[in-house]
């Protein structure tokens, strides 16, 4: 786990700070999430390489890479306030941040745990009694 000590340094900056081994070899940042203010989710593209992902929080000492201890061991799903806002419309389901987020400036209240391989560390509580709408990805 990697670490910093600036506690007033933003998600965005220590994301930047933290993935410089990466930026070095020419990954190129394409998406900072943020799940809670504490805990964020950040994306490097590099042409032909393998997208990297990292978990991003905030502890006592600053920004850390790595994920923070949730309550109930469960990480939180994506845009859970606008969950929370809109009690009475369908919730999609869907693989990944950006196409959550696309969806979102369509007017839809959409979701994700990041990746196939979360859910089952996820917290979907929120979720349940809603109508949800799984929109699955278009890969293997």
């Not at 070095?24 to 390489?49: A, I, V």
């Not at 994920?67 to 919730?91: M, Q, R, W």
């Amino acid at each position: 786990m990697v670490t910093t000590t600036a506690s007033k340094e933003t998600a965005k900056d220590a994301a930047k700070r933290l993935t410089k081994s990466y930026t070095s070899k020419g990954y190129q940042p394409s998406g900072l999430y943020k799940y809670t203010e504490n805990f964020y989710r950040m994306r490097l593209d590099k042409p032909g390489e393998p997208k990297k992902i990292f978990p991003l929080s905030r502890n006592g000492g600053g920004w850390v890479l790595g994920e923070p201890d949730f309550p109930n061991g469960k990480k939180p799903i994506y845009n859970l306030s606008l969950i929370k806002k809109y009690l009475h419309v369908p919730i999609w389901l869907v693989e990944g941040e950006s196409c959550a987020n696309t969806l979102v400036g369509l007017g839809f209240v959409a979701t994700t745990s990041g990746s196939y391989s979360s859910a089952d560390h996820a917290d979907w509580e929120s979720l349940r009694g809603r109508c949800i709408i799984i929109w699955r990805d278009n890969d293997e």
